[in-house]
């Protein structure tokens, strides 16, 4: 079973426009969100992460929303550039876990 | 800052053969993750060690597999008998902490082919 999906593979935006990427999860035990981002023939790298007590994290251009009620999350990168192209992976993290279940992945393309 | 390295970084077999993949991690991390990630999917979780110590494994590593962490430095994931369905990308992981919600710093991986 997917415990967390991303139901979009691919999300084409044009530079300076917001990129949002979405994240749906099933798994009530989750606590902890990731987002990290992914280069080809490179390993992932993290990019931004948010605790369940909260609802949004900023960093820089990445913010992070959490809405407990729907079991999702998104990811907004504003303005987008084409450096932001790569493939985006959403993951979450139980209260007493260890490992980090991981989305199929959404595919961003950032369009000069 | 060397980050984490994995080697090789491609390998083929044939079906049957056993192969031995390794991984090492930052130097002053404690917990070093295993994952494996198949075409259009996410990474999945292995198993993890925190130094020396196995203490996770998915269900997905079958008695095929087994992984080691000697002395709490590099790791080597061997793969027996290997089968076409254990082809992915195999890819590692370190961090620095024990509560679980560190980040993790991922390796390039190993790309296994078995014919």
Known sequence: DQQVKQNSPSLSVQEGRISILNCDYTNSMFDYFLWYKKYPAEGPTF?????????????GRFTVFLNKSAKHLSLHIVPSQ?????????????????RLTFGEGTQLTVNP | DT??????????TKRGQNVTFRCDPISEHNRLYWYRQTLGQGPEFLTYFQNEAQLEKSRLLSDRFSAERPKGSFSTLEIQRTEQGDSAMYLCASSLGTAGREKLFF??????SVL
Do not use: M, W
């Open chain 2, 3 to 12: 980050g984490v390295s994995q080697d090789p970084r491609h390998k083929i």
């Open chain 1, 82 to 98: 084409p450096g932001d192209s790569a493939v985006y992976f959403c993951a979450a993290c139980e209260t007493s876990g260890s």
């Open chain 2, 107 to 112: 390796g390039s991986g190993t790309q296994l």
């Open chain 1, 47 to 59: 990019l931004i992460s948010i605790s369940s007590i909260k609802d949004k994290n900023e960093d």
